[in-house]
């Protein structure tokens, strides 16, 4: 039997998600920002840059979208 009580997984608290526009940092992804994935890239937009990148990922869908 083996007891293993010190078997903590380090963990990396500083998760933190920057913008891919203006470089805001945030320690925890706040609700107004928007997640994108390009390239199979998750990216993240606060919600000033989301505002105004809203338009490029809209005409992208709707690009593809037909
Ligand atoms: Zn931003």
Do not use: K, Q
Not at 15 to 28: L, Q, Y
Request: aromatic residues 10%; contains cysteine.
């Amino acid at each position: 039997m083996r007891n293993s009580d010190s078997g903590r997984e380090p963990r990396t608290p500083e998760e933190s998600f920057v913008c891919a526009r203006c470089g805001a940092v945030a320690e925890s992804l706040p609700v107004t920002w928007t997640c994108s994935v390009e390239n199979g890239r998750r990216i993240y937009f606060c919600d000033t840059c989301a505002r105004e990148n809203i338009r490029s990922i809209e005409g992208r869908l709707d690009s593809s979208w037909w």
